[in-house]
Each structure stands twice: as structure tokens, then as C-alpha cells.
């Protein structure tokens, strides 16, 4: 019930919708009064007692009533379906905004499959609700309870004999309800593990084929769609069970009615127009109750759903804004890491550990290191992707969890490995965080990104439609892309993410120099598998477990003992990349030498102050 009434507090800014409804509701259940009672009066004075004088205007009266009952009913549905639309449109564009302010931590878990089945089946199931299941529960309870005071007013005894039927219709209502509850969940579950299975086959649909995996992939989605189909035959077997059993039951009271009814109308106690209407009156009683069975599916799928669409709202980020936001302009770039430590989110295990680092407006800083090492994670930190456990980073001197989130990265730029690319025009990706851009300024920064010419190549130019994540281009081409995006937003800070590490000797070459034209100025932190594209930089930083093991130019560095000069000599002699074998080597022939003591430090295994 508290998911239920929680549901219910999205009415209140449509409440002269919600009203509207209610009244005509109100009206047709008058009018459904209304209609027995003129029956009453057809058969006990025209049809027995032969007043045929009263066939006329008690016929335009039931037309009358049918009228006004078919102009109220139209008006009912039709503000009550708005009212779910308007509430369930508040409620998924809450829900979508919502998705994007939680925090990377929230993504690394959940799955896309998942989000998608609660924005968009459990947000329609909760419209169906409000929309339909609402009103009808209003409506059912004015009906019943106006129709039990109406029926005991007229006939006190028979109306007793019909509520002993009452009882089991209730402990059968709530049996169904108490059986189906779990089922609803299960069934809503179901569906968002088979949605999971599409999102995912769909998306790695390339990978699927190239390792001729159809047939597994195939079997894993028929095993979760078996499964979605026994708990859906689960449920409509409760179904089938329950709803006769309720019919049997509120037939039971027609059959009072007939029995005891029919007697009174022989015994002159009762007369038979009023024994149709109460028969009428009956059904009418009877009605809430049949429907009782419907409101309570519809009422615990709504229940279902929206525990899991509240479980989603009320998920909170971990990155908290700050209260007084500093709002930056004119940033230079200086970057300062102050005794960083950080941890995933259900890990025990420290990612960075200590880290310390000062970086100047206009510097290249390089960071290498085998996966785990902690590079990646470093350079989420500076967007605030995620925030460390321990220590602070500053920009231009001001801690980064005092500027304003939006503020702050619109100072940044990156450049990924994976490029993420929307299914829209080229100029449109181009311009995506700059959709004001003219075309003029398009064409200059796709010219700088080295990418111009490529694009005049393609059936449409600029406003060429790419697939979806940027299909119909390669990887350097993508790559190009991203950097013209990048260059468009002109911001001091660029973070660059292995952006070469899976094209051609000439792409590389070509996505070298667009990258050299773009960190002029800016202060860039790189991550990259070649030696040739670090070589430059102001700081290379070799990361081992979370830990600065070396720090210098490539000079420097190539005059230490140490992991960054084995990797340069097991490179040029194998003409071989920075792969993860060639760190490994590296990090073993250090860890033979004498210097091992000194590069790893007695501070690895420590844990950050008062942790």
C-alpha cells in the first residue's frame, strides 16, 4: 500500500482531471439507479396494473437516463485515460532525468536490459492503473456501499440473506490477492531478465556471429522467454481458479434473491416490479464485488512495478552536489592530486593508493601501466565520474567537490578508445555538445581533426545518417569524429583514452596529428599503448596496483633502472606494443633487480589515514 499511495501522490498537480472523472463517474452511477427504478414503476403500474398513460413518459425517461449515462461515461474514460497518460508522462520523463544524474557506480552494475524493461513496462503498467484501476475502485465503493444502504432501506431480510455471501467472497478475494502478489513480481522480473537478453544480443550481434554462437545465444534467450511463460501460466491458472470460484459465489446471492424474492412476491409481501428492480439493484451490488478480482490484478501489477520503478528513484548518487557551487570561467588548467584513495563501490580492494601529482596549465601528462593499475580510474576521478574515499583533487586551486558539477565539464573534453557515436548526421555528432555551431564551425574543426576530406567522401557530406554507435564508419574515421567534437567544445582540459590503440600505422599517424593540433594549449592527460605517442609528454606516470612507481619525461625515464625503460627496450626489440605481456615482462625483470625495493615502497599494502 505505501508503493500504492506513493503512486497516488502523482495525481495531485492533475486534480481537475482526476475530478472531472470522479464526477461523471458519480453521474453514471446515478443514472445507473436510476434505471431500475423506472423499470419498478414499467411493470407494476403499466404492465399489471394496465396505466399505459405512464408507458410514454417512463420510456423517455430511460432513454433520457441512457443518454446522459453514454455523454458521462464517454467524459469519464476519457479524463481518466488523460489523467494516466499526463501522470505516467510526469513520471517516465522523472524517471529518465533521474538515469541521468546516478553515478558511474550505478552503471557498472546494472543492466541495460533491466532500466529499459522499468521505463518502459512497468511505467505502462502503472498507467493502466491510474488510468482505468483508480476511478473503477471509487466507482466500486460508491456503488456497493450506496447500493447496501439503498437495498436495506427496501427489504432488510433479503438484503442480510445476500450478505452472507459477502464472507467467502472476501476471503476468496484476498486468498487470489495474497497468491498473486509474488507472482506480479516474478512475472515483472522475468521480463526485464528476457528484455536483458535482447538489449544484449542485439547490441553484440557482431561479436555473436563472428564466434558462431547463435545457437547458444538462441538457447539462452528461449530458456528465459520458458521461463517468463511458466510464471505468466502461473498466474493465469490463479486466474481460472479464482475468478469462477467468485462467480459461484456472487451467484449464490441471485439465487437468495430468486428463492426468497419469489415467495414474498406470492405471498403479496413484496410486489414483482420490485423484485426486478432489487434483482437489478443486486447485480449492481454484486458488480464491485465481481470486479473486485480485476482491481486486485491490476492493482498488485501496479504494486509490482512501481516498487521497482521507486527502488530506482530513490537510488541516490553518490556524487553529492555542493551547496554553494563555485562557477568556473576563465580556467587555466593546473591540476593538483592530493593523497588520492580509491575504491569500487563493494570492493575491498584499494584501486589508487596515495596518489600525488601536480600538473600545469599546458602540460601533456602520460599515464602507462597494466590493467588494474589504476589508470583509467585516475582520470575519471578529474570529471568526477566518480569521487575518491580519501584526499582531494583542485582545479586552478579550487577542490573539485565545491564546483559545480555541469561547470565543470564543460571544461573537459575526451577522447575515448570506444567511441560512442549517435544514430544522427555527421554534423550532428560533431556538434553534439555544441548545437548552436554553425556549419562554418564544423567544417573547420573536422578540417583540423584530419577527417574533412573523409567525410566530402560519403553520400551526404555532413548530413550523412550514421547507424547506430556510429556503424558505416571506421574505427579511425569514429575516432576523428570524436576528436572534432572534442575540438568544437574548445575546453582547457582534454582526457585522452587510448585513442590509437586499435587502428592502422596510417590512421594512427592521422589521428595522431589531429590530436597534436588539439592538445595545443590544453592541459592533457593521456592514457595510450604505444611509446610513440608519450614519448612528448611533459610527465609520463607508470602506474603498478594503484601506486606512482615512476614519474619523468621519456628521457628521464630512459636514464632510471626501472618498468618504463625495460617496456622501451622490450619494444624496440620486439617491435612490439605496450601490450600487457610486455608490462608484465617488464615489471618481472624490475622486480629481479636491485631497485625493486625502492620502486615499490614500504606504503603498498597500507590503507589511507583513519580508514
Known amino acids: 500500500m505505501a508503493v500504492i499511495w506513493r503512486l497516488l501522490g502523482y495525481l495531485r498537480p492533475h486534480m481537475k482531471l482526476v475530478l472531472a472523472a470522479i464526477f461523471s463517474m458519480m453521474i ?67 524517471l529518465y532525468r533521474h538515469l541521468h544524474k546516478l553515478p558511474f557506480s550505478f552503471y557498472d552494475q546494472a543492466q541495460t536490459g533491466e532500466l529499459m524493461s522499468r521505463v518502459t513496462q512497468d511505467v505502462e503498467t502503472m498507467r493502466r492503473f491510474l488510468g482505468f484501476g483508480v476511478v473503477n475502485i471509487i466507482r466500486s465503493g460508491l456503488m456497493f456501499f450506496g447500493v447496501l444502504i439503498f437495498l436495506m432501506m427496501v ?68 530458456k528465459r522467454h520458458e521461463a517468463y511463460l511458466e510464471d505468466n501460466v502461473a498466474t493465469i491458472r490463479s486466474w481460472a481458479f479464482f475468478f469462477p470460484l467468485m462467480n459461484m459465489i456472487t451467484g449464490v446471492g441471485t439465487v437468495l434473491i430468486l428463492w426468497v424474492g419469489g415467495r414474498d412476491v406470492i405471498a403479496g409481501r413484496m410486489t414483482l416490479g ?61 591540476v593538483t592530486f592530493s593523497n588520492l584513495w580509491f575504491r569500487y563501490e563493494n570492493s575491498d580492494s584499494w584501486v589508487l593508493r596515495g596518489i600525488d601529482l601536480q600538473v600545469a596549465a599546458g602540460q601533456r601528462i602520460a599515464f602507462l601501466g597494466a590493467t588494474g593499475s589504476g589508470k583509467t580510474t585516475l582520470i575519471n576521478l578529474i570529471p568526477r565520474f566518480y569521487d575518491p574515499d580519501e584526499g582531494r583533487i583542485q582545479l586552478d586551486g579550487v577542490d573539485l567537490d565545491t564546483i559545480d558539477l555541469l561547470s565543470l565539464r564543460r571544461q573537459i573534453g575526451t577522447v575515448m578508445q570506444e567511441t560512442f557515436l549517435f544514430s544522427a548526421s555527421i554534423a550532428e555528432n560533431i556538434a553534439y555538445g555544441r548545437p548552436e555551431a554553425t556549419r562554418e564551425a564544423i567544417i573547420e574543426v573536422a578540417q583540423a581533426a584530419q577527417i574533412h576530406d573523409s567525410i566530402l567522401d560519403l553520400p551526404d557530406g555532413y548530413d550523412t545518417l550514421i547507424g547506430e554507435r556510429g556503424v558505416g564508419l571506421s574505427g579511425g574515421q569514429k575516432q576523428r569524429v570524436a576528436i572534432a567534437r572534442a575540438l568544437l567544445m574548445d575546453p582547457p582540459i582534454l582526457i585522452l583514452d587510448d585513442s590509437t590503440s586499435s587502428v592502422d600505422a596510417e590512421t594512427e599517424h592521422l589521428i595522431q596529428m589531429a590530436l597534436d593540433r588539439l592538445m595545443r594549449g590544453r592541459t592533457s592527460f593521456i592514457i595510450a599503448q604505444r611509446l610513440s605517442s ?78
Open 155 to 222: 427489504n432488510m431480510r433479503l438484503t442480510l440473506l445476500v450478505l452472507l455471501t459477502l464472507p467467502p467472497l472476501a476471503l476468496t478475494v484476498r486468498a487470489f490477492s495474497r497468491r498473486v502478489r509474488p507472482m506480479y513480481r516474478r512475472v515483472q522480473q522475468r521480463l526485464a531478465d528476457l528484455t536483458t537478453v535482447l538489449q544484449e544480443n542485439i547490441a553484440g550481434l557482431r561479436v555473436i556471429r563472428s564466434l558462431s554462437e547463435e545457437d547458444h545465444e538462441i538457447e539462452k534467450f528461449n
Open 274 to 334: 420490485w423484485l426486478i428492480a432489487y434483482n437489478q439493484y443486486l447485480w449492481m451490488l454484486l458488480g464491485p464485488l465481481r470486479m473486485l478480482g480485476w482491481l486486485v490484478n491490476l492493482t498488485e501489477r501496479a504494486s509490482a512495478s512501481g516498487s521497482r520503478v521507486f527502488e530506482l528513484l530513490d537510488r541516490q548518487s553518490d556524487i553529492r552536489p555542493p551547496k554553494d557551487p563555485v562557477y568556473l570561467s576563465d580556467v587555466r588548467g593546473n
Open 534 to 611: 608519450v614519448k612528448d609528454a611533459h610527465q609520463i606516470i607508470v602506474l603498478d596496483q594503484g601506486v606512482i612507481v615512476q614519474k619523468g619525461t621519456h628521457d628521464e625515464l630512459l636514464r632510471q633502472s626501472g618498468i618504463y625503460r625495460e617496456i622501451h627496450q622490450l619494444q624496440s626489440s620486439e617491435q612490439a606494443d605496450i601490450s600487457e605481456s610486455v608490462y608484465v615482462r617488464a615489471r618481472e625483470m624490475v622486480s629481479r633487480s636491485s631497485d625493486s625495493a625502492n620502486l615499490k615502497g614500504g606504503h603498498y599494502e597500507s590503507s589511507p589515514r583513519g580508514s
Open 28 to 94: 453514471v452511477v446515478v443514472m445507473g439507479f436510476i434505471i431500475p427504478w423506472i423499470t419498478r414503476f414499467v411493470i407494476d403500474f403499466v404492465i399489471i396494473d394496465g396505466q399505459w398513460e405512464l408507458l410514454f413518459p417512463l420510456s423517455l425517461a430511460v432513454v433520457g437516463a441512457a443518454i446522459v449515462n453514454a455523454l458521462f461515461f464517454f467524459v469519464r474514460r476519457y479524463a481518466s485515460a488523460l489523467v494516466g497518460q499526463h501522470v505516467i508522462f510526469d513520471l517516465r520523463n522523472e
